[in-house]
Nanobody, 115 residues
Framework: QVHLVESGGDFVRPGGSLRLSCAASGTIFSNNVVAWHRQSPGKQRELVAAISSSGSRNYADSVKGRFTIYRENAKNTVYLQMNNLKPEDTAVYSC?????????WGQGTQVAVSS
């Protein structure tokens, strides 16, 4: 069974940095597309960043140049490095993967950015 566990969410001041982790069990992450999404109260969930099995990356326009998604295959983990955080980045961040037509989500980790 596939499980995704996120960690790394915290409270930071604007301009700060965080690194989120998404650790997988029950699958080999490097074989799959993995994506980070976020959702804040009253807003729809949005795709933040994704990395394919070949390593190609896509980012939402709002985070380009500030966020980086990358893998550490030896740890079966995908990270989201977030720099120059802004208050509008405040949300619950969740990782996602799709395997054989099935969707898998982690439980989410809260990021709060405020002065």
């Amino acid at each position: 069974q596939v499980h995704l566990v996120e960690s790394g969410g915290d409270f930071v001041r604007p301009g700060g940095s965080l690194r989120l982790s998404c650790a997988a069990s029950g699958t080999i992450f490097s074989n799959n597309v993995v994506a980070w999404h976020r959702q804040s109260p009253g807003k729809q969930r949005e795709l933040v960043a994704a990395i394919s099995s070949s390593g190609s990356r896509n980012y939402a326009d709002s985070v380009k140049g500030r966020f980086t998604i990358y893998r550490e295959n030896a740890k079966n983990t995908v990270y989201l490095q977030m720099n120059n955080l802004k208050p509008e980045d405040t949300a619950v961040y969740s990782c996602y993967t799709e395997i054989g037509g099935n969707n898998y989500w982690g439980q989410g980790t809260q990021v709060a950015v405020s002065s």
